[in-house]
């Protein structure tokens, strides 16, 4: 059974760090691209970043560049996302998602599998 699950968020304050973790199971990461959402309330799913199967590709939404990196560890079979410099705006549900497709896309649509999501609120 295809599975993604994330953890790592929690309630921190403006200027923060944390690091998501997205532990997949059911496949390994090594062969999929990798994306990062997250979903403010009355917002739509917004794609911050994500990086190819083969990692030549990486993408960051204006609004995390220079403040998240995506990474993958492919022994543990987990992917994460750092995110320094934490702002209230951050505050959304975070989501991973998978897709066995070459390049990389913040477009939901574009994706195969998806987490269940972990809520980081970030006060001011």
Known sequence: QVR???SGGGLVRTGDSLRLSCAASGFTLDVYTIGWF????GK???????????DVVTYYTDSVRGRFTIS???ARNTVYLQMNGLKPEDTAVYYCAAARKWGCSVAARWY???GQGTQVTVSS
């Open 38 to 41: 997250r979903q403010a309330p």
């Open 112 to 114: 195969d599998y998806w």
């Open 4 to 6: 993604l699950v994330e």
């Open 44 to 54: 739509e799913r917004e794609g911050v970043a994500c990086f190819s199967l083969s």
């Open 72 to 74: 993958r560890d492919n």
